[in-house]
């Protein structure tokens, strides 16, 4: 993953009501979610809803599927993982040159 992509998906997530839909979508599962049970379970206006959504499709967290009149809302795990990978993979790297200095300086 590129920086610049982990940056445009953290911005996204960034908002207190957009973390909640993602959060809201990531655990309805593979199955998704229809868009008005996203909204019935956060409450929140349904144009509110609808630019936050758009706003998780545009930086590929979220897919939509439209099923007649209904419209399901699914978490891209890939790009979760992804995400979260770009985040941990690093984690600590650095950590053995910091303790080797340290043990030099003693």
């Known amino acids: 993953m590129n920086i610049e992509l982990a940056a445009k998906q953290l911005e996204a ?14 655990r309805a599962g593979r199955g998704g979610l229809p868009v008005n049970q996203v909204q019935e379970r956060l409450g929140i206006p349904a144009s ?3 630019h936050h959504l758009q706003r998780l499709v545009q930086n590929g967290l979220v897919s939509q599927e439209r099923h007649g009149t209904t419209l399901i809302c699914r978490a891209v795990y ?3 993982n992804a995400l979260i ?3 941990a993979d690093e984690c600590c790297a650095d950590e053995g040159c910091a303790a080797e200095a340290s043990e030099r300086a003693v």
Request: glycine share 8%; net charge positive.
């Open 13 to 26: 997530l960034g908002n207190p009501t957009r973390l909640k839909v993602y959060r809201a979508v990531v």
């Open 48 to 50: 509110t809803l609808s």
């Open 78 to 80: 890939p790009a979760m």
């Open 85 to 87: 990978g770009f985040l």
